[in-house]
Each structure stands twice: as C-alpha cells, then as structure tokens.
C-alpha cells in the first residue's frame, strides 16, 4: 500500500488552551519541532471562564498586559459571607505606594477576555516556532515499537496521522487524551462545581473580585462578581450537585433576586451567558503514560479553594515545556516510566501545595453543621486572599 | 450491586452551553462524547449512573432506558450509523 509521507515531531500538543499554548511555546523557544491543534475555530470560544488571573502569573511567564485580551484591572478582593458581612482586601489600601492606578503603581491581577488571550497565547507560540492547526481534533494515539508514536487527527474533515515522540494532553475539563491511555480521569460528581454566569449590564463594581460564601447562596462553591470592563460585570456561581437538589441555574436566579445584593442587581440585563465545571478535586494521580503526559484542567491541575485555573494551567504549561525540552533533548525514551520525572518535577513545583489546598478545602466540607462549614469557608477564603497568604502565588 | 437499565440520553440543544462538564464527570472510556461537547447521545449508555444529567448546570440531559425503546430497534441501529460515520 502507497503510504503518504508523515510529518514527523517533537511533541504533538491537543488543545490551545492556556495549558497547550504555553507548552508548546515554551518548547518551541527551547528549540523542539512542535505540533499544536485544536478543534476550534475561534479558541476560548464558548467562553467557559471568568477570566481572573494575577499580573504574578503573567510576568512569570513573560506574557506582557495587553489590552488585546484584558477587559478590566482588578486591585484586591471582597469575601463575603452568607448575610452580607464583609473582608474587604483591596491591595490600593493595603499597599498604596505599590498599586493603583497612578503613575508607576500597578495592578494586582486582571479580568481577561479569554478568546483573545487564548489567541494571544496561540499567535506568541506561533512566533516561537510552533506549527498551529485549528479545527483539528485529535482523535487518539498509538506508541509504536520505535518508542515514539502515532497521534490520528481530523483536520476540515480530513484524517491525518503524524509521529511524535511525546503527546501532550492539554484538552482541558472534558479530556479524552488521558482516557486513551487508560488513565482514569473523570472528576468525582462532589469534587466538580457545576457553573453558570451571566455578564451583565448596570451593576457597578470597583476593581475587586466580589466572593459570595453561603451555602443558601452556592452549597460547595460560592458565587462572584467580577468587574467585567466597559461598564459590565459578570455575576456567576459554582454548585456542588451531591450537597443539593436545584441546579446552578436555579441558585444563579435566586442570588440575583434574593441576595443581600437584591437591590444592587435589579436594573441588570444579561449580555451573555456562559458556564462550565471546575473541578475542586485533587490534581491526577497519574499524568503521564507511555509517550504521554497531561497538563493543565486535563491533569486537574486546578486550585481546589478558589477554583482558578487559569494560573496552574500557565504554569503547568512552563513546567511541561521546559521539561520535555531538556528530556528529548538529553535524548531519553519517552516512556511511562521516564515520564514519570514530569510529574515529579510538577508537584515539586505547584502540586505539593495543590494537594495541600485540596486537603483543607475537604476538611472544610467534610464538616456537617452547615453554619460552621460556612464559617469555615468564609475564613479560608478571607485568608487566602490576604498579603501574608502562604498561598499568594497559586 | 444491581445492574442499571441502559438507557440513550436526549440532549436539549437549545439550553446546552457546550461546556463539557457532562463528560468531566462520565467514567465511560474515551470517546463517549458528542460533536458538542457533551456525552454521547447516539448510543446507549450501560453504566447509567447519571452523573452526567446531575452536572449540567441547565439540567438539559434527559433519557430514556433501553427497554422503552423496545422494537424502535431500527432507532438505535440507525443511531449507531451515524457515530461511525
Ligand atoms: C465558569 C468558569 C469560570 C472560571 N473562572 C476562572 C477564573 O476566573 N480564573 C481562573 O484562573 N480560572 C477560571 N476557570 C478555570 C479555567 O477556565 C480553566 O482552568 C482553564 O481554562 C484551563 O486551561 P486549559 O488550557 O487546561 O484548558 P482549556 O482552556 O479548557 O483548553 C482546552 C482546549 O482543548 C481543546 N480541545 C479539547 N479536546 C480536543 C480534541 N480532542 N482535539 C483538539 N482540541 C481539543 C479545546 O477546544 C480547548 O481550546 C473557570 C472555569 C469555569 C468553568
Ligand atoms: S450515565 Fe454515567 S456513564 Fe453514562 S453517560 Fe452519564 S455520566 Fe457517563
Ligand atoms: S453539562 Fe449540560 S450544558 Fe454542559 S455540555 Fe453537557 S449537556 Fe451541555
């Protein structure tokens, strides 16, 4: 049989997520031939996300504000409880020669618009070197005997097998990549938020991350108002559907029409409507297989108290690109056992305190009494936001 | 433990946002999803644990067992057409 020529690469990356992205940026920078697709065609579109992240997590990663992808500055935090009571961290207060709004002070984090920093990200791993195909869906992948593999995709309709010594999956929460491998890697039904949002017209914010604990507002999760930009906010909350019978829509309405932000919120009008799970569950024990490992909401690398993934997802990215850059380059064999060093490398890193945030957050809910495991919950998250955090840089 | 009743999920295209969270949750193998982003809904589920119906944030996952579908064989058969295609 007349066998086509196969495109040979380094590493192959599914999905150009955050995750994806910045894996294959990185290893394209350090010099590997990398392959990226994605099964879109405008990524981060259907929006699944908030879009709050640090200004930490950008520099860290070299990704100058642009505003190309941000809608708003975000300059601290308000936690509130369930009847309205407040721990207000605005960082402007907190540390005023360091962030503001004037000259020379700066932002504490951003509200991103992610289909353009998705594409940001995409386009800067484009300039790096890395070849990028878009409505392309991968479809699974086979280890051959020469120790690299075979990755069988769909691009416009039209099968295409390529080689590469390692797949990364980077397809983020509905990830296929690791079930391929056998992996077990869906998300308890208690350990994933079932979430729903709205951006909104007429209610007003102030440059802070608003956080609703409650359980009669969010049972598991809790609910946010986010400064969206041009005047907009985004009111959103996250369930847990074993500790309730309603859905997210459902407590979505009531916070709306019978919070203590009743009055703040009776002009709105709904721009948008958008939503997804997050996972608050502990990081994959296993990320890697033979010719494969899993980075970002596909490992689970999502922070367990706050939900945010974005940050994990960018530094799982520079963890995995530098890893398997330096890997293939000493000209190792990507097995399962070899890649094991990725994992190790990652919890070093970020995953040891991502278990660490995992077992408080169970502690939390394990407790029965409702108003105690509020209390709860409204204190971790009033400390977690506070300057002298031990978690400030997840 | 006791056997669940396969059943053939319906999905309301209408509501669905496309977010996946359905498949987050659904400890079938890979590739039980649809071209939407949601669990598959041209074959028959035999795990039937309803994680998936339970996750949606806008309850849109309804189904049917198997066993209503008796004799609308030629339904599921067809169904099966189309995810090979
Ligand atoms: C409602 C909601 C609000 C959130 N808010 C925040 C927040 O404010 N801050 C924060 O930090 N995090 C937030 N998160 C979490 C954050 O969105 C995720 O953790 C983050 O997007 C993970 O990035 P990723 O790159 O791993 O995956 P994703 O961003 O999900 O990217 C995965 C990519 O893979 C592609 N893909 C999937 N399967 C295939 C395939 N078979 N072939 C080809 N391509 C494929 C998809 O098209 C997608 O582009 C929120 C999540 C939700 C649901
Ligand atoms: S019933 Fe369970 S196994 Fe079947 S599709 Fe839904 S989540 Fe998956
Ligand atoms: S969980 Fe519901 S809204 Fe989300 S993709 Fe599945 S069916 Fe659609």
Request: glycine share 10%.
């Amino acid at each position: 049989m007349h066998k086509t020529h196969i495109p040979v690469f380094d590493i192959v990356v599914i999905g150009s997520g955050p995750a994806g992205a910045t894996t294959a940026r990185i290893a394209a920078q350090k010099g590997l031939k990398v392959l990226l697709v994605d099964k879109r065609q405008e990524l981060g579109a259907p929006i699944q996300c908030s879009g709050a992240v640090s200004r930490h997590a950008l520099e860290e990663l070299g990704i100058t504000p642009s505003e190309e992808f941000i809608h708003e500055d975000i300059y601290g935090f308000s936690i509130y409880n369930q009847q309205g009571d407040k721990t207000e961290i605005d960082y402007q207060r907190i540390k005023p020669d360091e962030y503001g709004k004037g000259e020379g002070k700066k932002p504490l984090g951003y509200v991103v618009d992610r289909r353009r920093f998705d594409r940001y990200l995409m386009a800067q791993a484009e300039r790096a070197g890395t070849e990028v195909w878009l409505k392309t869906e991968g479809l699974g992948y086979q280890p051959l005997e020469d120790g690299t593999c075979e990755v069988h995709l769909r691009r416009f309709n039209q099968e295409i097998t390529v080689k590469s010594k390692v797949l990364v999956g980077a397809d983020g929460l509905q990830s296929q990549v690791g079930k391929w491998a056998g992996l077990r890697t869906h998300i308890k039904l208690s350990e994933l938020a079932s979430c729903l949002q709205f951006i909104v017209d007429k209610v007003e914010t102030d440059g802070l991350l608003e956080i609703v604990t409650g359980h009669q507002w969010a049972p598991g999760g809790y609910a946010w108002v986010f400064p969206k930009g041009h005047g907009y906010a985004e009111i959103g909350l996250g369930v847990i559907r074993t500790m309730t019978d309603q859905n997210a829509q459902w407590y979505l309405d009531q916070f709306i029409q019978k919070s203590f932000f009743k009055e703040r919120f009776k002009d709105c009008r709904i721009l948008e409507i958008q939503g997804g799970g997050v996972p608050l569950a502990h990081p994959l024990k296993k990320q890697y297989a033979d010719n494969l490992i899993l980075v970002g909401d596909a490992a689970r690398h999502v922070n367990p108290i706050t939900g945010g993934g974005i940050h994990t997802a960018l530094s799982g990215g520079r963890i995995a690109g530098t890893f398997l850059s330096s890997f293939l380059k000493n000209g190792k064999k990507p097995t399962a056992k070899n890649l094991k060093g990725y994992q190790d490398q990652w919890l070093e890193e970020l995953g040891n305190k991502m278990w660490k945030l995992y077992d408080e957050k169970t502690n939390i809910f394990r407790t029965k009494d409702i108003a105690r495991q509020d209390e709860q919950l409204y204190n971790t998250m009033s400390s977690y936001f506070s300057p002298d955090s031990e978690y400030k840089k997840i | 433990m006791q056997k669940r009743e396969p059943v053939i999920f319906q999905i309301g295209w209408n509501a669905c946002i496309n977010c996946g969270a359905c498949v987050a949750v659904c400890p079938q193998g890979a590739g039980f999803i649809s071209a939407f982003d949601t669990i598959a809904v041209n074959r028959p589920c035999d795990i039937a644990c309803m994680m998936c119906e339970d996750i949606c944030p806008v309850t849109t996952i309804s189904h049917q067992h198997l066993s209503e579908l008796n004799g609308k064989k030629e339904v599921i058969e067809w169904l099966q057409a189309q995810h090979t295609k």
